[in-house]
C-alpha cells in the first residue's frame, strides 16, 4: 500500500509536466505571432508615415497647406 501513494504522487507529476510543457510551447507559439503582430503595425506605421509626408508635399503644390510655424 506504501507503493500507491507514491505512484499516484509520480502520476500527478507527469501529468503536470505534460500540461507545463503544453504551457510553454503554446507560449512560445503566442509570443511568434505577436512578434509578427508588432513587425505589421511598425510597416503600417512606416507606410502612414510616408502617406502623410506625401500629402503635406500634394498640399504644398496645391496651395493648400496652411503656413506652418
Known amino acids: 500500500m506504501a507503493e500507491?501513494?507514491?505512484?499516484?504522487?509520480?502520476?500527478?507529476?507527469?501529468?503536470?509536466?505534460?500540461?507545463?510543457?503544453?504551457?510553454?510551447?503554446?507560449?512560445?507559439?503566442?509570443?511568434?505571432?505577436?512578434?509578427?503582430?508588432?513587425?505589421?503595425?511598425?510597416?503600417q506605421n512606416r507606410r502612414l508615415d510616408r502617406m502623410d509626408e506625401r500629402i503635406e508635399r500634394i498640399e504644398k503644390r496645391l496651395d493648400l497647406a496652411e503656413a506652418h510655424h
Open 4 to 43: 500507491e501513494p507514491q505512484n499516484i504522487i509520480l502520476e500527478y507529476l507527469r501529468r503536470f509536466d505534460r500540461r507545463l510543457e503544453n504551457m510553454e510551447a503554446d507560449l512560445r507559439e503566442i509570443k511568434s505571432r505577436m512578434s509578427n503582430v508588432e513587425e505589421a503595425v511598425v510597416r
